[in-house]
């Protein structure tokens, strides 16, 4: 079975944590074994976030003063480079039967797209309200969304419509190769009317690049792995539960968090709406459980392809 399978950025650094070398290489490390017995048996092609990671590098990047500031999309070139590599050797390190390979991916986007508009896409750490108030001293044109008692810089997250390196992937999936690609949504890159690429100033929602990297590779699954257990009604709350199965009626109709479990769900929706197929969104380290449709929150057509 083809599967494509998206990690998570915090998934890989937990909240509260800082974002350091030895936490991301630890979670990388649990993230390769959680996947090893999935990608020993099936065809499966990675995806991964990057929030906390690409705002870390805006961080030093903005910390070094002498040197104008490189853009977003370098830095999520960057997060590509850095996440790929660690999952590509903590991979290689359990894996017996297979071999797997990182792709640098663009992902084209539209300049004109409404979320320049509204950043939405939340990167980097958690700030208190003074901490928030010194950056928006430093960095005025930062934007913040408050996420309970905290804050977190908000970018814009266009939709993505293209990526790149399709071909590519597709060879490397033709050649037996388990693929890392699209991370952090991939690198966003717009086209002009000559049909040139440049980069642009964006953080793609790698849930979305995902559900169009699953449709384009006519996957049979796609999988969307953090670090909680699925859809929960009114989480958060007393009453919160998790809801196990959802019809794509059902899930239209959640009221749930932008830049949290919303795109996640919207993803996953697009990707049934357009396939038929199922998808399913859970913990990391049930993702046997979640093939098998033990564990995690699936979305379908309707409930009776459950």
């Known amino acids: 079975m083809r599967i494509v399978i998206a990690?998570?950025?915090?998934?890989l650094l937990q909240h509260g944590e800082i974002a350091s070398f030895s936490h991301m290489q630890t979670h990388v490390e649990q993230c390769a074994k959680a996947l090893a017995p999935v990608c020993q048996v099936h065809e499966v092609v990675l995806v991964h976030g990057n929030g906390p990671q690409v705002g870390l590098l805006a961080l030093q990047n903005h910390a070094y003063k002498t040197v104008p500031?490189?853009?977003l999309d370098c830095l999520v070139a960057e997060s590509q480079g850095l996440i790929g590599y660690l999952l590509q050797l903590a991979l290689a390190n359990v894996l017996t039967?297979?071999?797997?390979?990182?792709?640098?991916t663009q992902v084209e986007v539209a300049n004109d797209?409404?979320?320049f508009r509204t950043p939405t896409k939340p990167i980097g750490p958690f700030y208190t309200s003074a901490e928030k108030r010194a950056l928006e001293s430093e960095q005025p044109h930062?934007?913040?969304t408050q996420m309970n008692d905290e804050w977190r810089r908000v970018v814009a997250s266009?939709?993505?419509k293209a990526i790149i390196e399709q071909s590519a992937i597709s060879q490397a999936l033709a050649n037996k190769q388990l693929v890392i690609t699209c991370g952090g949504g991939g690198i966003p890159?717009?086209?002009?009317a000559s049909g040139k690429l440049s980069g642009i100033e964006a953080v793609i929602d790698k849930d979305a690049s995902a559900a169009l990297l699953a449709r384009k590779l006519n996957a049979d699954r796609l999988i969307i792995l953090t670090d909680v257990d699925g859809v929960y009604q009114d989480y958060g709350l007393k009453s919160a539960h998790l809801l196990t199965t959802l019809s794509i009626d059902e899930a239209n109709q959640l009221q749930l968090a932008q830049?949290?479990?919303a795109p996640k769900v919207e993803a996953c929706v697009d990707f049934v709406t357009k396939t038929g197929k199922t998808a399913a969104i859970g913990n990391l380290n049930q993702i046997s459980a979640i093939l098998a449709g033990e564990k995690g929150t699936r979305i379908n057509l309707n409930k009776a392809l459950a």
Request: net charge neutral.
């Open 7 to 11: 990690i998570g950025g915090n998934a």
């Open 69 to 71: 500031a490189y853009p």
């Open 97 to 104: 039967r297979q071999t797997c390979v990182t792709l640098l």
């Open 113 to 115: 797209d409404p979320a």
């Open 142 to 144: 930062w934007t913040f």
């Open 158 to 160: 266009p939709a993505p």
């Open 189 to 192: 890159v717009q086209r002009d």
């Open 259 to 261: 830049g949290s479990m």
